[in-house]
C-alpha cells in the first residue's frame, strides 16, 4: 500500500483546507484515515473511514467542523476542514490498515499498518 497526502498549507482560523491522499494498493477490506501530530504532541487521530464507505469515525475535536470521503474511481482520499483552529496546527498523516469487520475502523493507530509521509497544515 502506498499513501501520498497532498493540500496542506497554511489558512486563517475559521478557513477551510482540503487535503487529499492518493492510495495504491489497498482492497476493498481497508480502513483509512486520517492522524495529526503537532509537535512534543503524540500522533492523534483524526477520522477513518471504511474503503466501502459504510462506517465513519471522527475525533471529537473535529467532529461536526471535518469530512472524510473516499473517491473509489480515483483512489483518493480526502479529508475537508471547515471552521479550522489554531489547535489543528500539526502535521496530517494519510493511513491505511486492513480490517476483517467494519466495525474495526477507528482512528486509532493500531489499526493502520501503512502511512503517508504526511502534509503540514498551519491555522493562524
Known amino acids: 500500500v502506498q499513501l501520498v497526502e497532498s493540500g496542506g498549507g497554511s489558512a486563517q482560523a475559521g478557513g477551510s483546507l482540503r487535503l487529499s491522499c492518493a492510495a495504491s494498493g489497498y482492497t476493498y477490506s481497508y480502513c483509512m484515515g486520517w492522524f495529526r501530530q503537532a509537535p512534543g504532541k503524540e500522533r492523534e487521530g483524526v477520522a477513518s473511514i471504511t474503503v466501502a464507505g459504510e462506517r465513519l469515525k471522527y475525533a471529537d475535536s473535529v467532529n461536526g467542523r471535518f469530512a472524510i470521503s473516499l473517491d473509489s474511481a480515483k483512489n483518493t482520499v480526502y479529508l475537508q476542514m471547515d471552521g479550522l483552529k489554531t489547535e489543528d496546527t500539526a502535521m496530517y498523516y494519510c493511513?491505511?490498515?486492513?480490517?476483517?469487520?467494519?466495525?474495526?475502523?477507528?482512528?486509532?493507530?493500531?489499526?493502520?499498518?501503512?502511512w503517508g509521509q504526511g502534509t503540514q497544515v498551519t491555522v493562524s
Open positions: 493511513a491505511a490498515g486492513r480490517v476483517y469487520d467494519p466495525s474495526a475502523c477507528t482512528p486509532v493507530t493500531t489499526v493502520f499498518g501503512y
